[in-house]
């Protein structure tokens, strides 16, 4: 039922803000920007956290999206890893989209991160974990920093943009 009530104020909320929209300045740069978040253990029914980023192009959002993650994780350095992982991924798609278009966009590309942790790992080259994913990500991650396309970037939690699209609704 709670779900229910969910998906009818969702709904509701759509009905009522039909007219609004997203600004696109046709003066704004064309450099990419992101911003990614995690929050550890946040469902109660799996301890499995969520993932969640937004990125823009100027000052335009282009791409956001939460999703929750895959495996339950032991730290919230390793949900946050994951984070800037599926961010990556999403940053050089819409690189490749741009590019597509003949549309230059400046690397390296600012992905903002609120975990210092998440960001020493993707700094650090000798790092060794258990799980293979994770492993994955790592060296996903770390080759478009040593490529040039990705400069990681800490953001305090408070200027977090993507903290919104981890967090529950509340009671209705």
Known sequence: MPHYQAALHVLRYLKGTAHKGLYYS???SLSLTAYCDANWGTCRMSAKSLTSYCIFLGSSLVSWKTKKQKTVAKSSAEVEYRAMSATTSELEWLHQL????YIVSPLP???YCDNKAAMHIAANPIFHERTKELRIDYHYTREKLLEGFLQPSYVPSKEQLADLLTKPLGEL
Not at 98 to 101: A, E, G, K, S, Y
Request: one cysteine or more.
């Open 98 to 101: 741009l590019q597509d278009f």
């Open 26 to 28: 046709v003066d704004c």
């Open 109 to 111: 590309i600012t992905m």
